[in-house]
């Protein structure tokens, strides 16, 4: 069930509708625009099953006398305002008095911000590494950005029928940021700074010792000592989770507990995320199992685009998984994975970035795009968001920048 709204000086033959969900967008219209996504169509709706209760799904569309122009998915969430907010851990407590200033000053903010909720229509998916824009491949940038001023009055007027105040694009990566970038400024969207993706590049490797011979000495060192154990794991490489879902669902929440960031609602998948994922597009997902013995001691799910495979979600048993040092394990598996299948990145999202850094990635800049209906709460927000990014309050991120500053 769709609604339809066309705003003033719409041209004629347009209409932008919001839908229930991209489910309700033809396939083959989204796939055109997006052929290559490992988060496209089929999986969006994958997600659409089970969805959290605190997120809303939605979607919106243009079509023109030549048919379907440009799609955004969306969804509805209660945001609260101190999400980018998190502690640091007890090895990153203490420091000078500048640290002790800075700690002061993010628990100040997070007090004062504490409990505030905003209601967020969001253009995008809270399951995707970045916001899937579709438009029409054959649309001159005029005609592009003319499209998006559309789809954007659109996605306005739901917000307000939603009584939801408050607008963001999440995740637009550097290439996305370019594309759609000038047409949400031109709308009054402002630059809000997301956390950045960890990115591996492998151009020029074609086993484990070429990854490991770019890394540091202690780093290469500590990891060759790790993989000597690897002898006792048992890696398995399957397209589903037929038999063990009730296994991975608790190994992802197990390590989710083990976090030392928390980011709300957006940590909740839907459920029967994992086999519905499989289900809808097996030769783009791909599991690998980790046994020590008869135990299923992790999990790793990674899903495969033509030039990167992203590692979407890693879940382990703790102690076990340490003990046996799992995490670099899958790491060189990963690495020996994207050698064989021709993938030049390894791509591991935006969390515990600690690790990752030592393991040669670099980090790709993520950005969101924020504007709130009320114009002076919007002049607010224009004030606030060079506080309220979220690199600056991840502890993994702080610490690498100092050392850079260091450096």
Known sequence: MTTSSTGAGTPAGRQVRIHAGVTDIARQDWIACRPDDAEGWDYLVACETGTPPSFRLAAASLTDGKGFRGGLPLFTVGYRLDTPFQEESAAQAG????????????????????????????????????????????????????????????????ARRQKAGLIAVKDLDPAEMERVGPALRAAGY???????????????????????????????????????????????????????????????????????????????????????????????????????????????????????????????????????DLYAV???????????????????????????????SGLRPSTIMVKHLNPALHALVRLAVPWLGFPRWDPDLVAHHKREQVS
């Open 95 to 158: 420091g000078s008095l500048g640290d002790q200033l800075g700690r002061l000053a993010r628990s100040g903010a997070r007090a004062l911000l504490r409990g505030q909720e905003w209601r967020l229509l969001a253009i995008g998916s809270p399951f995707t590494e970045n916001c899937p824009v579709a438009l029409d491949p054959m649309l001159t940038p005029a005609e592009r950005d003319a499209v998006l001023a559309e789809l954007l009055r659109g996605v306005e007027a739901e």
């Open 190 to 324: 402002v630059v809000l700074e997301s956390l950045p993706h960890a990115v591996l590049d492998l151009a020029g490797t074609s086993t484990v010792d070429d990854w490991l011979a770019r890394l540091s000495s202690a780093t290469r060192k500590d990891l060759r000592r790790k993989l000597k154990r690897a002898d006792r794991v048992s890696v398995e490489w399957r397209h589903s989770i037929a038999g063990l879902e009730e296994e991975v669902r608790a190994l992802y929440d197990a390590t989710r507990a083990q976090s030392h960031v928390r980011y709300g609602d957006f940590e909740d998948l839907p459920d029967g995320y994992f086999e519905r994922v499989a289900a809808a597009q097996p030769e783009r997902t791909l599991f690998a199992f980790y046994r020590i013995g008869d135990q299923l001691a992790a999990f790793n799910l990674l899903l495969l685009e033509p030039d990167r495979v992203i590692d979407k979600f890693l879940g382990m048993a703790y102690p076990l998984a340490r003990d046996h």
């Open 330 to 360: 899958s790491w060189a598996e990963n690495v020996k994975l994207c050698q064989r299948l021709g993938k030049r990145f390894l791509q591991t999202g935006q969390t515990a970035f600690a690790s990752k850094l030592r393991y040669g």
